[in-house]
T-cell receptor, first 118, second 114 residues
Framework: GAVVSQHPSWVICKSGTSVKIECRSL??????MFWYRQFPKQSLMLMAT?????????EQGVEKDKFLINHASLTLSTLTVTSAHPEDSSFYIC??????????????FGNGTRLTVT | QQQVKQSPQSLIVQKGGISIINCAYE??????FPWYQQFPGKGPALLIA?????SEKKEGRFTISFNKSAKQFSLHIMDSQPGDSATYFC?????????????FGRGTQLTVWP
């Protein structure tokens, strides 16, 4: 089945530093990947839509300069949390859909990255 | 504004019982309704999905019931097991949404007691 690999699975960083999270589609290509943020016992909040070869589309209220997204290839998207602060601590999850599939086909999720900023 | 409303927020069921989670939507353009299961510390995994041209879809112990006129759909878990304890999210999307973006409900935390 389609697999989305997310790395790292957890990371602890100091306030003010930057952290990069990778999202890879292992056995399919994806022109679009979605990045979510999830707080404990809450729903998934879409942060941005990553588009291969072009700029990401950010949801309202999400700071573009703080959450840098790069989708350099059909199998890799990265989210960089710049100048991280404790309030950025959260569970970040990416998802992707096979480029050959339609909009109403399964969206595959990575296993998430637990970010803790101290 | 929550595009998909989900209830209950939490649910406790005895082993062997039926778990029922309900969702409602307003956007009549939605035409794809998946359910995702998420275990703690993991990403969501697709459980089952339905399109509005059918009123019910069953896969093993999991059934989606869909009521197009009421704009509601629900997940039924028959013979619930402790291993089903997880958070369940309903979602919806439509052809016109950005690249197949999913709109998620708030989630239901299911606990199945042995």
């Amino acid at each position: 089945g389609a697999v989305v690999s997310q790395h790292p699975s957890w990371v602890i960083c100091k306030s003010g530093t930057s952290v990069k999270i990778e999202c890879r589609s292992l056995d399919f290509q994806a022109t679009t990947m979605f990045w979510y943020r999830q707080f404990p016992k809450q729903s998934l909040m879409l942060m941005a839509t990553s588009n291969e070869g072009s700029k990401a589309t950010y949801e309202q209220g999400v700071e573009k300069d703080k959450f840098l997204i790069n989708h350099a290839s059909l199998t890799l998207s990265t989210l960089t949390v710049t100048s991280a602060h404790p309030e950025d601590s959260s569970f970040y999850i990416c998802s992707a859909r096979d480029v050959r599939s339609s909009y109403n086909s399964p969206l595959h999720f990575g296993n998430g990255t637990r970010l803790t900023v101290t | 504004q929550q595009q998909v409303k989900q209830s209950p927020q939490s649910l406790i069921v005895q082993k062997g019982g039926i778990s029922i989670i309900n969702c409602a939507y307003e956007n009549t353009a939605f035409d794809y309704f998946p359910w995702y299961q998420q275990f703690p510390g993991k990403g969501p995994a697709l459980l089952i999905a339905i399109r509005p041209d059918v009123s019910e879809k069953k896969e093993g112990r999991f059934t989606i019931s869909f009521n197009k006129s009421a704009k509601q759909f629900s997940l039924h878990i028959m013979d619930s097991q402790p291993g089903d304890s997880a958070t369940y999210f309903c979602a919806a999307s439509n052809r016109g949404s950005t690249l197949g973006r999913l709109y998620f409900g708030r989630g239901t935390q299911l606990t199945v007691w042995p």
